[in-house]
């Protein structure tokens, strides 16, 4: 099962953290009242070590989902945030879930320049040749074994078609500066789910929950109990 918290008594609050990050991202979650919290670290993160096999996104929502099970949670509110807002959007799907909240989301699929055809490109002509073999983005860097092959995994699933599936209430909560899950990502999202609340924290980045915790507390707690 996957290293979890889980504090308090009341609706249960699920929160999921982004790549490379840990439970402890969303530990400011202490200061809400009222909720059962649960935060959980993901394969290969935090407490909860990887595979020694390469996984895909389903892999990590099945071990999410054990752990709702596990506690046999009900009318469950995911919170998510980037890489956990994929796992999030993914959960909309099981019957146990009554609402999510994507923070600065992952699951779309990015805009792609020339720029970056160009590079790829020239990475995968290096390759052949035997040369290159440390291209890739930073977080895809700082990775070793089968937790690179996943990485990949993850990144090259669109979850757009199935965002469009989901009728669970939502809120969006983004930063207006995120670099990493750009403001088009969040509108595309908006405009597929049918049942959105957005909020934009201004002149914030990919981890605005951070940098205005008691507003993003404030959000959490208003919007749960108005879907409960």
């Known amino acids: 099962m996957l290293a979890h918290c889980r504090t308090?008594?009341?609706p249960e609050l699920l929160f999921l953290h982004g790549w490379g990050c840990d439970k402890d991202?969303?530990?400011l979650s202490d200061k809400l009242r009222g909720f059962t919290i649960t935060?959980?670290?993901?394969?290969?993160?935090?407490?909860t070590p990887a595979p020694p096999f390469p996984i895909n996104l389903d892999y990590f929502v099945q071990g999410v989902e054990e752990v709702i099970r596990f506690y046999n949670m009900e009318d469950v509110i995911v919170i998510g945030h980037s890489f956990g807002g994929r796992v999030a959007i993914k959960l909309s799907k099981n019957?146990?879930?009554s609402a999510l909240i994507l923070v600065d989301s992952a699951g779309?699929?990015?805009?792609?320049?020339?720029?970056?055809?160009?590079k790829v490109g020239t990475h995968k002509l290096l390759k052949k040749l035997g040369f290159g073999g440390n291209s890739g983005s930073a977080d895809y860097k700082k990775l070793v074994g089968s937790m690179k092959r996943t990485f990949i995994n993850i990144v090259n699933e669109d979850l757009t078609k199935l965002s469009k599936e989901i009728t669970l209430p939502t809120m969006l909560i983004w930063g207006e500066n995120d670099r990493e899950t750009p403001l088009y990502?969040?509108?595309?999202?908006?405009?597929?789910?049918?049942?959105?609340?957005?909020i934009i924290f201004e002149n914030c980045g990919h981890f605005c929950f951070l940098e205005e915790p008691t507003r993003f507390l404030s959000l959490i707690s208003e919007f749960a109990r108005g879907v409960l």
């Open 8 to 10: 308090g008594e009341g």
């Open 25 to 27: 991202i969303f530990k």
């Open 39 to 47: 935060r959980v670290d993901f394969y290969g993160f935090g407490e």
């Open 95 to 97: 019957s146990r879930v």
């Open 108 to 118: 779309i699929k990015p805009r792609r320049n020339l720029s970056y055809f160009i």
């Open 185 to 198: 990502m969040l509108k595309k999202l908006e405009k597929n789910i049918r049942n959105t609340k957005t």
